[in-house]
Nanobody
């Protein structure tokens, strides 16, 4: 599976962005999908994940209520709607794919089967 993230950009504090991650191949619906982010000088951290069917989601505590993950299996795409953005949300955002939901529940980047290209999100104060 090849993943291509897009939708990043520059936004003011309190603004919104929607990231997309398009997957190639016909196996998209067999993967749980997630988003991670990495700020300069920091480790990559978990943001959110969604199960194969889209029936369940999981969020990092600091993002819950502000971010929403969704997917469209017909379009082979997973989304991350980000609202009420803060300067500390500035990072490169990456999508990831993994067939074992338990790996996403661990909320660490280790063990992801596939990574997408990153997309830069910058939130100005």
């Amino acid at each position: 599976v090849q993943l291509q993230a897009s939708g990043g950009g520059l936004v003011q504090t309190g603004g919104s962005l929607r990231l997309s991650c398009a997957a190639s191949g016909r196996a998209f619906s067999t993967y749980d999908m997630g988003w991670f982010r990495q700020a300069p000088g920091k480790e990559r951290e978990f943001v959110a994940a969604i199960t194969k069917s889209g029936g369940s989601t999981y969020y990092a505590r600091s993002m819950k209520g502000r971010f929403a993950i969704s997917r469209d299996n017909a379009k082979n795409t997973v989304y991350l709607q980000m609202n009420s953005l803060r300067p500390e949300d500035t990072a490169v955002y990456y999508c990831a794919a993994q067939r074992d939901w338990g790996v996403f529940r661990g909320a660490v980047p280790t063990g992801m089967e596939f990574w997408g290209t990153g997309t830069q999100v910058t939130v100005s104060s």
